[in-house]
């Protein structure tokens, strides 16, 4: 009669014991790093647009979310400006695809990112200040009586760094983190209701009659408001142009950096406003009243300037009618990528 069969129970102890001393030699793999092509805020050649905007965002959240989590908290400030502005890319690649995705998903990604980069916005915000400052005592020295911002400085900084303990001191990081991880699994998901250049021809459209709207606005009225209102459609141009530069490479380009100078010009303008209104509403950060005059209109000068040049650089960006605009960006993506 045969026996069954029955384990050695010392074999089974030196099994688990050899096992566990392989595993102990053998270090964890790391996780390959994230391939920096997959993620860049450009559409490749050869990729259908959708796909390559799905991967866009994809990428461009992902990126937001490791900075934010690989921050220290000595890090935290750089870290959310980073993060920020792939933020604020994502945003025109949705704007760019309202159409195509449906206004149901455009209203849904676009209201949580706008609500994610809010929540980050309290650093970010101080610190312009200071930097702001920066420039103005640096040129404007001798326009200045010595000392004349000292005590404003020192507020500026106390504001900053009260705004990055307080952010290290949440759990704004951890839950925007994971916010940002969802947005960008939900971006992989995106269904488009159309192919090829149409999927953006309409939003492609829209983005640059609003800005170039928004510039006429200006131009007749240069208000702060109306300024910075330009301001937001024109970092939208610059993002899709960026996104659309291998359609008409060298032209992109080129529209591309006088977008993003313009953008530059107008977000500078926009800075000195609120350090303007800063100063009005703390009156106390200064020896006397003079002085704080002295800064104020320091700052008049240097908004007139950067109203001036951002108003003109404006033209030249917005110089072609929009429809024309569309037509030449989409007979350079059918021509130069579709048929690759």
Known sequence: MPHAHTSDPSRTLVGAAAAGSAAAADPPVAPAPPDPRQRRYRLHAGETIPDGIRRIAAGQLADAGDELAGARDDELGPAVHTARKSIKRVRAAVRLSRAAIGEDAYVRENAQLRTIAGRLSSTRDARVLIDTLAVLEEDFAADLPGGATEELRARLRDEHESAVEALAA????????????????????????????????????????????????????????????????????????????????????????RAHELADLLGDHHDLCVLRVYIEVHPHHFVDAPTRDALLAVIDRRSDTLRRRALKLGRRVYKLPPRRFVEQVSRGWRKRVQST
Not at 182 to 192: K, L, M, N, Y
């Open 170 to 257: 949440q759990d704004t990081v951890s839950t925007t983190t994971h916010e940002l991880q969802q947005a960008s699994e939900r971006a992989e998901q995106w269904t488009f209701e159309r192919d090829g250049f149409a999927a953006i021809e309409r939003d492609l459209r829209r983005i640059y009659r609003r800005g170039r709207k928004r510039l006429r606005t200006a131009c007749a009225e240069p208000s702060a408001e109306n300024l910075h209102d330009c301001r937001k459609r024109v970092k939208d141009l610059w993002h899709v142009s960026e996104l659309l530069r291998p359609a008409q490479p060298t032209r992109m380009k080129r529209l591309s950096h």
